[in-house]
């Protein structure tokens, strides 16, 4: 199976500070890739998917790049509601597989 | 807009199975992939299958590592998914969710329920 990995682990940023996050496949997973909002016990939500596409509802300030097996999670400026951990996903192989997410966490 | 709403038992002996029910409301049953992940404390999430159903027909579908222990079932009549994991360990200790996928990608999930917490202790 795909083997998703994030970096980095914890992400440090102060409010309306810009954050990038990674995600790499173990191989190439074409556009394929989603991303995922969690806040503490609430469940995932879809920020992203097709690698660039938003989902319904979610900011501009949120954007997304990559293809292949090197993607990339931005946040332009970060708003309170955006500290919470951020998932990666590929659903180009079976099984679809997820990373082990990123903290973005207040500086 | 759709809603999803897990429930069953919070703990499960070792050994035994567990069983979860993900009602939804709000929107219709058929036509989608209705899938369960799980999340083990401080781990990613895991995809453990689906089941899909329309006009009367439809298939599951499971990981290859949970295959031998686990079924997705549908009842249509009380818009609920039900799934069952048998022979369970403190492994599958995790937050089961359910989730709905995205247009006609079945492992795209964006509609999820609350999840529910299972712990595997005796």
Redesign the interface.
């Known amino acids: 199976e795909i083997v998703m990995t994030q970096s980095p682990v914890t992400l440090s940023v102060s409010p309306g500070e810009g954050a990038t996050l990674s995600c790499r496949a173990s191989q190439s997973v074409s556009s394929n890739l989603a991303w995922y909002q969690q806040k503490p016990g609430q469940a995932p939500r879809l920020l992203m998917y097709g690698a660039s596409t938003r989902a319904s509802g979610i900011p501009s300030r949120f954007s997304g790049s990559g293809s292949g097996a090197e993607f990339s999670l931005s946040i332009s400026s970060l708003q309170s509601e955006d500290f919470a951990v951020y998932h990666c996903q590929q659903y180009n192989h079976w099984p679809p597989t997820f990373g082990q997410g990123t903290k973005v966490d207040i500086k | 807009q759709v809603q999803l709403q897990e429930s069953g038992p919070g703990l499960v002996k070792p050994s035994e199975t567990l069983s979860l029910t993900c009602t939804v409301s709000g929107g219709s049953i058929s036509s989608y992939y209705w899938n369960w992940v799980r999340q083990p404390p401080g781990?990613?999430?895991?995809?453990i299958g689906y089941i899909y159903y329309s006009g009367g027909s439809g298939g599951t579908?499971y990981?290859?590592s949970l295959k031998s222990r686990v079924s997705i079932s549908i009842d249509t009549s009380n818009n609920q998914i039900s799934l069952k994991l048998s022979s369970v360990t403190a492994a599958d200790g995790a937050v089961y969710?359910c989730?709905r996928n995205?247009g006609v990608?079945p492992?795209?999930?964006?509609s999820?329920?609350?999840?529910a917490l299972v712990t595997v202790s005796s």
């Open positions: 781990k990613e999430l895991e995809w579908d990981n290859p969710y989730a995205l990608l492992f795209l999930f964006d999820w329920g609350q999840g």
